[in-house]
């Protein structure tokens, strides 16, 4: 089996979570990291013992041996930042929330698309075995037909008015933040 080469774009908080969990999986590799500013990059590869990193995030476009991008900049920026990747023909693992609004989402599955390259958003807790016994128990009809499922997702957080969670221009929200996610059933199951 071949072992991928990946980026991280961006590096905050989740980046260094990411970095330190991909240093498990047996295929996987950190090759390059990219950052707004060079002596962060550095300092995060010299962290992780990554051989690239780069002090922008177009510089990044420009590595030899890249397999695939993970972006881990705020979600206000997914869009810009999918679209960069995108289009130079690399594959993107993009963090969630997978953009601001349905038409961003749409043109960048629309590029993914084009140049026939894997795009996914890091929606995690789809691939936890609890989700897949669920789903299970509910091909198995063993609890009925479902007709609709409902999940929420909140957690409190220290007011922080630059911060990605709260500050409007990152897309955040200026207030507690509680998430809530709906799925039809039809398109989950
Ligand atoms: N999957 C999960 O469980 C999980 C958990 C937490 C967060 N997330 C998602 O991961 C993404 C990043 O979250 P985080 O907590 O790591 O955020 P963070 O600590 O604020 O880091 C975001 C990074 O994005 C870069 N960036 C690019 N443009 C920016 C801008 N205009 N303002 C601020 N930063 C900018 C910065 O990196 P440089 O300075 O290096 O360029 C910054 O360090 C969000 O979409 C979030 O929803 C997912």
């Known amino acids: 089996m071949r072992t991928f080469n990946w980026a991280i774009l961006g590096l905050g908080t989740i980046a260094h979570k990411f970095a330190q969990d991909l240093a498990l999986v047996p295929q996987a590799r950190l090759h390059a990291v990219a950052s707004r500013s060079l002596a ?4 995060f590869a010299a962290t992780y013992g990554v051989p690239h990193a780069v002090g922008s995030y177009e510089a990044l476009l420009a590595l ?6 993970y972006i881990a900049t705020p979600h206000s920026e997914h869009h810009a930042h999918a679209l960069l990747c995108l289009r130079a023909g690399l594959p993107v693992l993009c963090e969630k ?10 043109e960048m599955i629309e590029a993914a698309q ?8 890091a929606f995690w807790t789809r691939f936890f075995p609890a989700i897949g016994q669920a789903l299970e128990v509910v091909r ?3 609890i009925g037909e479902v007709k609709h499922l409902v ?9 922080n008015p630059t911060g990605r969670l709260f500050n409007p ?15 039809l059933s039809a398109s989950f199951f």
């Open 97 to 106: 929330a997978f953009a601001r609004s349905a038409s961003q989402a749409q």
């Open 114 to 121: 084009r140049r026939g390259v894997f795009l996914m958003e």
């Open 151 to 159: 999940a929420d997702f909140g957690f409190a957080s220290e007011y």
């Open 64 to 69: 030899p041996d890249l397999d695939v991008v």
């Open 140 to 142: 198995a009809g063993a």
């Open 40 to 43: 962060k990059a550095q300092a």
């Open 169 to 183: 221009a990152l897309a955040g929200a200026p207030c507690w933040i509680s998430a809530s996610i709906r799925f």
